[in-house]
């Protein structure tokens, strides 16, 4: 019968074997990499919060504390050297986006919801395949008019163009996926049981790399924005105009 | 001279952030054989030298972007799988048509070594026929030997769903081997 045939197939064994046969030629990189960085400034660790902070960047502080254990369960030092100099005064990770605070505008200030894709939509199901792992999705609002899931997999996106709405989700990660630049105070934030961020005004938006690396040809300038952690997946809600209209609709997204 | 090499990934990370460079040779060391592995067997392979050696100088960049307490390891190997992946992204085709291109079986050498170099071309061309995300999963977990956990960082992904696919591509690749008697005959070896 074929169901005693094929069980008579240890595929893990087989994967197994097959591991131990595949020989990869050996390389000694040490001296070819510690030639390229040796040269470089030490990786920068960047500093705690800056300590000239004021009332407002203590109470953010305190209150990231908080946060930072309950839902990250980590707290991220923070460095001299930083994508946009010595300006920055505060830098932290939020589930898989880092925030950093600068003193200065984002250098445009038209804000557009990038809500239309130049890329085919996807049904739910076929980009939670994609992206590997089950979308939320925010009963309160109708079905999207788009779909869409960034080229490496790691970002789905719901827009409601009539709206002009657009709901990101990503899985947090060791290393954040997304660069936020605000010269504003954010504000922590309820949403239902899950910790949230509020941004109030234009900030920078950019798209990390694994390594680190800004992707400044997709960055853009966004407008306010509802960020938040449901779980594993970090979620960010754009276009919704005031907070409480954010949370109404965060709040039914299941 | 301090033993480095006795100390723990998040010494050593802590120690390279502080200034001390050579501590990162004791990384680069460590992590050499797998990120070769990584590289040549997701996307990159007769460029795995290459590939590897880009990843290292890349994550010795973003060190200040690691977050602390967090494994290392996993951390490494997603920046190599992405190196690796963009080497390819243009080539993505090739890829699918030969895996682990540049990595070559053992040479057939006795009539048992054949017989057994055959087994492993097939488990090969099974693997090598399954979907992109199952193929990667089940090269994560029984090439790379990385955990379930691991798995998922170093793809994206959740690890409910590395489990899932591991499931689905280890029944695809029992059927497509189940089609040959070979390794019915061996099966028991």
């Avoid at chain 1, 087989?14 to 030490?42: F, H, K, N, Q, Y």
């Avoid at chain 1, 005064?89 to 986006?97: I, K, L, M, N």
């Avoid at chain 2, 080539?91 to 050498?109: I, M, N, Q, Y």
Wanted: glycine share 10%.
């Amino acid at each position: 019968m074929a169901a005693d045939r094929t069980n008579a197939i240890d595929v893990e064994r087989e994967l197994r074997l097959l591991a131990g046969s595949l020989v990869v030629p050996a390389a000694d990189l040490v001296d070819a990499v510690m030639a390229r960085v040796v040269a470089e400034p030490p990786p920068a660790r960047r500093p705690r919060f800056a300590t000239a902070a004021g009332a407002a960047g203590a109470w953010i502080r305190t209150r990231w504390r908080a946060t930072a254990l309950v839902v990250l369960g980590a707290v991220v030092a923070v460095g001299a050297a930083t994508p946009v100099g010595a300006a920055v005064a505060r830098w932290f990770t939020f589930g898989g986006v880092e925030v950093v605070h600068t003193p200065v505008p984002p250098p445009s200030t038209s804000v557009a919801v990038a809500t239309s894709s130049a890329a085919p939509g996807l049904s739910l199901s076929a980009a939670a395949g994609r992206v590997g792992f089950t979308p939320h999705v925010p009963a309160g609002l109708p079905a999207p008019d788009t779909i869409t899931v960034s080229p490496d997999d790691r970002v789905m996106s719901m827009t409601w163009s009539e709206s002009g709405l657009r709901l990101d989700q990503f899985l947090g990660r060791p290393s954040p996926l997304f660069v936020k630049k605000s010269y504003q105070d954010i504000e922590f934030v309820e949403v239902g049981d899950d910790q949230g961020l509020w941004f109030d005004g234009p900030h920078e938006l950019v798209y990390l790399d694994p390594d680190g690396s800004e992707r400044r040809e997709t960055a853009r300038t966004a407008g306010r924005t509802l960020l938040w952690i449901d779980g594993s997946v970090t979620l960010r809600l754009e276009g919704a105009g005031s907070l409480d209209r954010a949370l109404d609709i965060a709040r039914t997204v299941r | 001279m301090e033993d480095l090499g006795s100390l723990g990934d998040a010494e050593l990370v802590a120690r390279v952030c502080a200034g001390e460079t050579a501590a990162y040779a004791v990384v680069v060391r460590r992590y050499t054989g797998i990120a070769l592995r990584t590289a040549a067997f997701l996307g990159a392979g007769a460029d795995a030298e290459d590939v590897a050696q880009e990843a290292f100088v890349k994550a010795y960049r973003a060190l200040g972007r690691f977050r602390p307490g967090s494994a290392f390891r996993p951390w490494l190997l997603t920046i190599v799988t992405h190196e690796a992946r963009n080497r390819h992204r243009s080539d993505r085709r090739r890829r699918d048509r030969e895996l682990l291109p540049g990595v070559d079986l053992p040479a057939a050498g006795p009539e048992e070594l054949a017989e057994v170099g055959e087994r492993r071309a097939l488990a090969r061309h099974a693997l090598a026929g399954l979907p992109d995300e199952q193929r990667d999963v089940l090269v994560c977990r029984y090439l790379l030997e990385l955990d379930e956990r691991e798995t998922a960082e170093v793809l994206g992904i959740a690890p409910g769903t590395v489990k899932s696919r591991t499931s689905r591509g280890l029944k695809r690749m029992r059927s497509a081997l189940s089609a040959h008697s070979a390794l019915e005959v061996g099966g028991g070896r």
